[in-house]
């Protein structure tokens, strides 16, 4: 069989049976998403590569392995999409950043208001457009969720009252070497946006992070996005890279 499995995950084999990579399986919304592709040791990347493409025709993969990433691009993948995880500890203070002109900080719900600044925040041209407040449930509920970390998640209010914004993190997240929290949504609509709501935020969630005991608060950044520049200057440092591809439906050559 091209693919099997043992206590590690998934082995993935070429046409004469060698072992040339591995990767693990997950479930999402109905789809089979390939996680952690590597090549096995030993094995030239693109060599993986091509037999990823062949034996997970039309599925996603993903990959923390920049070469095997290009390999499987340069194999016929699509990229889907790049980003970078970043990292924030506490040997340097939590930058001020006050809200002010009537606007505030207050603790978390879900309302029509919140779910419409989501999307316009995101917008269709945005690299992370998607259905925020889905998205986010389906990560923390069920048996297996990631825990809300009620200290670090608030919505943003604007003077009349209306939700702007909000910063959503959970913690501790089952990854990473140390306790660490994880700020998964990070928005503020285009009617607040440019007067610092976003920096103010961000200190929230890592104020509720010291305030919880974690030492570390984490995230996300899909390449292209223009919130990198305001993790960089909130003193966020990029700690490992990650790519996902859809291999094509019909692979194009053969090992």
């Not at 440019?194 to 200190?203: E, P, Q």
Request: charged fraction near 20%.
């Amino acid at each position: 069989m091209p693919i099997s499995e043992d206590a590690g995950g998934a082995v993935l084999s070429d046409g004469h049976g060698v072992p040339v990579a591995r990767f693990g399986w997950r479930d999402e919304g109905g789809e089979r998403v390939a996680l952690m592709f590597r090549p096995s040791p030993g094995v030239p990347a693109d060599r993986a590569a091509r037999a990823g493409v062949r034996e997970l025709a039309g599925r996603r993969i993903r990959s923390n392995d920049e070469e095997a990433a290009r390999a499987l691009i340069g194999a016929g993948c699509t990229l889907v999409r790049a980003a970078t995880d970043m990292h924030r500890g506490f040997g340097e203070p939590i930058p001020e950043a006050p809200v002010a002109g009537g606007w505030s900080i207050v603790p978390h719900d879900w309302d029509d208001e919140l779910a419409a600044a989501l999307s316009a925040a995101y917008g269709p041209d945005h690299p992370d457009q998607a259905d925020r407040p889905a998205r986010l449930r389906s990560l923390t509920e069920g048996e297996q969720g990631l825990i809300v970390l009620p200290g670090a998640t608030a919505r943003l209010k604007d003077p009349g009252g209306r939700s702007m914004g909000e910063v959503f993190t959970v913690g501790p997240v089952p990854w990473g070497s140390v306790p660490m929290s994880w700020v998964l949504d990070l928005a503020v609509a285009p009617g607040g946006q440019g007067r610092g709501f976003g920096a103010a935020l961000l200190a929230y969630a890592m104020r509720g992070t010291r305030q919880a005991g974690l030492t570390i608060v984490g995230l996300t950044v899909t390449n292209g996005n223009p919130a990198r520049r305001l993790y960089d200057r909130m003193g966020f440092r990029p700690v490992l890279r990650h790519f996902e591809v859809r291999a094509p439906q019909s692979p194009a050559g053969t090992l």
